[in-house]
């Protein structure tokens, strides 16, 4: 038999393709006595649209959160802090200039840190005082962009301080209100340390909108500090905040030789390392679980395609005799799968995207068809459920979708392509 001429090949694969094609979408129609199969081929499809859309829901949500949790820690604490080693830090001022000659360093903070216990006429507890500049706080705009009461003018002049509105509801006090605050390092005497203790007007309240810094924080004049915790002329540390924290170790070097052998310089990744590695490791747990829905969905297109096979083992026979390819019968048990695998993603992939742009809208609206708060903003300090898409992790769920779902074709589209025609057709 002669061989096709080469200009109609073209036109035999078309046809040949077209036919695989629809023969592999007509298995995967319902007749009366195939609707069990078709039932299950349907479930595959729900489970797999299903599975893509929660895990761009999850992670998007997730991506939200440590993005809302690190915009906030990062607003109050610096990205690197610069501390001294042998010597007091003394020039914090020189060092303050220097590391903002750094191409994106945008603030350099130097502050007075210690422990005190902060005590009102009913309640006490425990706080981190912060010295700082009045230009230096202002610049920190979780907290000057945030006061709930009162004013930061006047910040250097006199000897008021800054607390957080969860401390001054804990502790009963308001603008105006004095504040006693004890430090167990006091002065020397012949009985041993005494505490030292001093009464601070309540000039200003934040909310910052994270209770570690809303119920622990006072911030006061750097001047006062230094007297407080008798360390005049001298800073704890110099706080210095760039641009992209994401950038830090491509700024580290500059910002270590910019304070030169005197000081010691560390990032927010280390300082937070535990936090972010428990939020990182949840993050990955939970991609691998919300995973499983997408794998047990794939398992059930091996089920499907298995029992297609052996119900089709007959037609199987008889496209062989009329000339199909074992190639054919296994490209049109592939395509049958590969259907399910690529719409049900497809359309996973629509449903979780436009529930994660609109994912406040719709905790909004449950909460009033429950007529109860969803995420209520009083016990997870965040006014709005954040969602942020990453493009990078919607195309890495939809590149292992589609291998696990094309992967679990292969075995049943094998089995289909071995099928031999005359065992198949000897009992017809």
Avoid: C
Avoid at 82 to 93: G, I, N
Avoid at 157 to 175: D, F, Q, Y
Avoid at 293 to 302: E, S
């Amino acid at each position: 038999m002669a061989a096709a001429p080469a200009q109609t090949r073209p036109l035999m694969e078309r046809i040949k393709s077209s036919f695989e094609i629809m023969l592999a979408w007509r298995y995967l129609r319902a007749r009366r006595r195939e609707g069990f199969v078709s039932l299950i081929a349907l479930l595959s499809f729900l489970g797999i649209m299903l599975g893509v859309a929660t895990l761009i829901v999850v992670m998007s949500v997730m991506n939200g959160f440590r993005k809302e949790l690190i915009g906030k820690i990062l607003g109050v604490n610096g990205h690197a802090f610069v501390q001294p080693l042998a010597q007091p830090l003394t020039d914090y001022d020189a060092l303050a200039k220097r590391l903002e000659g750094v191409k994106g360093v945008t603030i350099a903070a130097p502050m007075v840190e210690g422990q005190v216990l902060a005590a009102s006429q009913t309640a006490s507890t425990g706080a981190l005082v912060r010295g700082l500049s009045e230009a230096n706080i202002k610049k920190f705009q979780a907290i000057s962009a945030n006061i709930r009461e009162g004013s930061l003018d006047g910040f250097d002049s006199g000897e008021g301080i800054a607390i957080g509105k969860r401390m001054a509801g804990h502790l009963n006090v308001t603008i105006g209100d004095k504040l006693r605050l004890l430090s167990p390092k006091g002065p020397s005497t012949p009985f041993g340390m005494a505490p030292r203790q001093k009464a601070y007007e309540i000039t200003a309240i934040f909310e910052v909108g994270m209770s570690e810094f809303d119920a622990g924080f006072v911030f006061m004049p750097i001047g006062e500090s230094q007297i407080y915790f008798d360390l005049e002329g001298q800073a704890s540390v110099v706080e210095v905040f760039i641009a992209d924290p994401e950038k830090i170790d491509d700024l580290k070097p500059a910002i270590q030789q910019a304070v030169g052998p005197i000081a010691s310089v560390s990032d927010w990744r280390f300082r937070n390392r535990t936090f972010f590695g428990a939020l990182e490791m949840e993050r990955t747990m939970m991609f691998i679980i919300l995973m499983m829905i997408v794998l047990v969905a794939a398992f059930n297109i091996i089920a499907v395609l298995i029992m297609m096979v052996k119900d089709k083992t007959r037609s199987i026979a008889i496209l062989r005799t009329m000339g199909a390819t074992r190639g054919s019968i296994l490209r049109i048990f592939v395509m049958t799968g590969a259907i399910i695998g690529i719409v049900g993603t497809i359309l996973g992939v629509l449903l979780g995207l436009l529930i994660a742009s609109n994912v406040e809208v719709l905790r909004q609206s449950l909460s009033w068809l429950l007529s109860r708060p969803l995420f209520p903003p009083e016990l997870y300090y965040l006014n709005r459920m954040p969602s942020v898409i990453d493009p990078y992790e919607v195309g890495v769920i939809v590149v292992i979708t589609l291998v696990l779902t094309l992967g679990a074709t292969l075995y049943p589209a094998y089995k289909a392509a071995g099928v031999d025609p005359v065992e198949a057709l000897r009992g017809e």
